[in-house]
C-alpha cells in the first residue's frame, strides 16, 4: 500500500500530518506536483515531478495507483477515477470518498461549473479550519488503523 498526494494544491499542514503518518508507519508516500516540492529527508517519502499541463499530475497518479492505495485530493474527477480503479481517495478536510459518495460529489461539482458558467458567483471553498485539520488526521489514522 503507498500514499500519493495530489501535492499541487494540498495545504502545507495536511502535507505534514501525512508526513508523520507515513513516518511512523514506514508507509511509502509519493508527493505528485508539476513543480518542486519540499520534501523531508525519508526513506519512504519523495516527491515526483510532473510536466506542466492540464491534469497531468493527476493522470499519472491514477497511472501510478494500484488496488488499496490512498490518494489525498480535493479534485473529485481524479476521486472518482481512483476508486474505480480500486484505490481510495481521501480529501484534506476529512473526508473518505466511496464509491456510493463520489457520485453525489461529481453531480455538485458538475451543476456548480454549470453555475459559474452561466455567470452565478459560487465562492470557493472555506479555508482549511483547525477542525478540518483534526478531521483528516482522525480519519487518516481510521484508514491506517485497517490496514493493520
Known sequence: MRIWVDADACPKVIKEILFRAAERRQIPLTLVANKLLYCPPSQVIRALQVPAGFDVADNKIVELTELGDLVVTADIPLAAAVIEKGGHALNPRGELYTKDTIRERLTMRDFMDVLRSS?????????????????????????LARLG
Open 119 to 143: 455567470g452565478v458567483e459560487t465562492g470557493g471553498p472555506a479555508a482549511l479550519s483547525q477542525s478540518d485539520r483534526q478531521t483528516f488526521a482522525n480519519q487518516l489514522d481510521r484508514f
